[in-house]
């Protein structure tokens, strides 16, 4: 199977992504220790996208392996302004037009000087142990194994329910 992790052996992370601290859409804090022992899928959402529709298969994914994935919306405002919304019509749009239930973040900086601290340990093979990433554009995926390691990072043209995703969780 191909990998898209460079040849380069793991290292122990730095730091766990469990103690990295992030708010809700809503402003709530999110503790991401809660979802130890299960999957979690980080995706970088926009609601003026050309992959917005990704809405839709996130929330099949969701709703399919529930009881071992926690899928994580988060908004970020980086790539060609397609998410300038407020937390309050980001929610609106995205339950009233994908009738989205999975948990999504305030929205925050994926790249760069201001990069949230969440998306540093996701990028950063000294952060995360696996690998080194940047991302590229809204949709881009991010799998968190059980035990809080990286497993792997997708393109925003990998759909949701991609075998790539899939095979992890089965």
């Not at 937390?87 to 000087?113: A, H, R, S």
């Not at 990998?158 to 790539?164: E, G, M, R, V």
Request: aromatic fraction near 14%.
């Amino acid at each position: 199977m191909f990998s898209i992790f460079s040849s380069s052996p793991k290292t122990e992370p730095t730091e766990s992504i469990y103690s990295i601290k992030i708010n809700s859409l809503s402003g709530e804090s999110i503790q991401l220790s809660d979802y130890k022992n299960k999957y979690i899928l980080f995706v970088n959402v926009a609601s003026k996208c050309g992959f917005t529709g990704q809405y839709e298969d996130l929330q099949k994914l969701y709703d399919t392996y529930k009881n071992k994935l926690v899928v994580i919306g988060v908004p970020c405002n980086q790539f060609g302004g397609q998410e300038p919304g407020t937390f309050k019509e980001i929610e609106t749009f995205c339950k009233q037009n994908y009738g989205v239930t999975f948990l999504m973040t305030e929205k925050i900086d994926v790249k760069g000087n201001t990069q949230h601290p969440l998306y540093q340990w996701l990028t950063q093979k000294e952060k995360n142990g696996s690998s080194s990433s940047t991302v590229k554009w809204n949709f881009q995926k991010y799998l968190v194994g059980k035990k809080g390691e990286l497993i792997d990072y997708y393109f925003s043209i990998t759909n949701p329910l991609d075998a790539k995703i899939i095979n992890h969780l089965k």
